[in-house]
């Protein structure tokens, strides 16, 4: 192995690195969604999520038991307890210190003993039982004693967060919606495209360069700019024939519309990239157009497809604009992202539910980009240089 590394060139061997450290850092706000979304909300407040395998640490201030809970033994008077028992329970843990004063919560250890002075004495141990004792009796309207602890927590994880969020929060039916736009909305224009880029590629006729240049000049026109437009006619055409305005068809139609041109450039390129000797002996042997495409082109484009399909799920799937243009704000048709946005602004301060809907939201980008990568780069690429 060590052979190999040593023939690989200078240039080579950063190209490596680079990519790994771009995937590092792809991956660790992943991770860190992922792991987050698993943790107790109060866990996630008081520390980061790097160090959820190794536990946390906080400071709390709880009150002591009052005098009325004050035994004699001897000359002395003590009262006992436990800081995580009752009015004080503050979750469990381990108490590594312990102070007097906010400013000073690990003035002492746990396990030693404060002198508070005036013959007073506290002793707090590490499982939260303490001992306040005095050589004196204590006053029946003394108030009750305030110390603030340095409590280590172990590490805990729950499922709960993905439960609210699924079924407590409306993430489910949004997940459900989003699914039902992103997948039609993928393959439509995939079916279209193809069609479109084998008549582009391999078919003669007039006006042929003007549709690719046309093609070529609608991918870099603004979504923004055709949204109002694509808007009017597709409500001027649900008025004539009494549709609906806010439908799935409609979305999915207006997604096709701003997919198409990126996907028929891309097939393009890629099918007229393919051995033209292939389709002359197809013709040659009395296929027909459509014959060679299903059966030859479309089994060869698979690359390039595949590519594709990707980058529209992507966009599709994270879509808020269209979506809430095409679709609206109501329960019943609001996707993932909208949902989303809405719970950003009402629990924007429940940082367990907000990762947990985040990672839901990612998941099946992530298993779709997985899936389909290692076709990616050679759909991409393919026909880039020789074309037709």
């Known amino acids: 192995m060590l052979g190999n590394l040593g023939r690989i060139g200078p240039a080579r061997l950063f190209v490596h690195f680079a990519v790994l450290l771009i995937v590092i850092i792809w991956l660790i706000p992943t991770l860190?969604?992922?792991?987050?979304a698993l943790r107790?909300?109060?866990q996630i407040v008081v520390s980061g999520w790097w160090t959820s395998f190794s536990g946390s640490s906080r400071t709390i201030a709880v009150?002591?038991?009052?005098?009325d809970k004050a035994t004699q033994d001897g000359a002395n008077y003590i009262i006992k307890g436990n800081v995580f028992d009752g009015s004080n329970n503050n979750g469990s843990g381990r108490v590594r210190s312990f102070g007097l004063r906010v400013q000073e919560p690990a003035a002492y250890q746990a396990g030693s003993q404060a002198d508070l002075g005036d013959g007073e004495s506290l002793t707090i141990n590490s499982d939260?039982?303490?001992l306040l004792q005095r050589n004196g009796a204590f006053a029946a309207d003394e108030r009750a004693r305030r110390v603030y602890l340095t409590v280590a927590t172990p590490p805990e994880f729950t499922r709960d967060n993905y439960r609210t969020v699924l079924t407590g929060e409306g993430i489910g039916?949004?997940?459900i919606n989003s699914l039902t736009?992103?997948?039609p909305a993928t393959i439509i224009p995939i079916l279209i495209a193809a069609f479109a880029a084998y008549a582009l590629a391999w078919m003669d006729f007039r006006g042929r360069a003007l549709l690719i240049a046309l093609v070529v000049g609608l991918i870099v026109v603004p979504l923004q700019m055709s949204l109002i437009p694509l808007l009017r006619i597709y409500n001027d055409i649900g008025q004539v024939f009494g549709v609906p305005s806010k439908t799935y068809p409609g979305i999915w139609m207006a997604h096709t519309a701003f997919g198409l041109p990126l996907a028929i450039y891309l097939l393009r390129n890629y099918i007229a990239g393919l051995p033209k000797e292939i389709i002359e002996s197809a013709r040659v042997d009395g296929a027909s157009d459509f014959d060679i495409f299903v059966k030859i082109i479309l089994p060869?484009?698979?690359p390039a497809l595949a590519s594709f399909a990707i980058f529209q799920f992507l966009w599709v799937w994270n879509d808020l604009l269209i979506a809430m243009v095409f679709l609206g704000t109501d329960k019943d048709h609001l996707v993932l992202t909208a949902a989303l946005n809405a719970l950003l602004g009402s629990r924007g301060g429940n940082w367990e539910i907000l990762t947990a809907s985040a990672f839901v939201t990612i998941l099946i980008p992530l298993l779709v980009f997985f899936g389909l990568q290692r076709?990616?780069?050679?759909g991409l690429l393919a026909g880039s240089v020789k074309g037709g």
């Open 63 to 67: 009150r002591l038991a009052g005098s």
């Open 300 to 302: 060869l484009s698979f």
């Open 128 to 130: 939260g039982t303490y």
């Open 375 to 378: 076709y990616l780069v050679r």
């Open 181 to 183: 736009v992103a997948i």
């Open 40 to 42: 107790d909300k109060d």
């Open 32 to 36: 860190g969604i992922f792991v987050t």
């Open 173 to 175: 039916q949004s997940f």
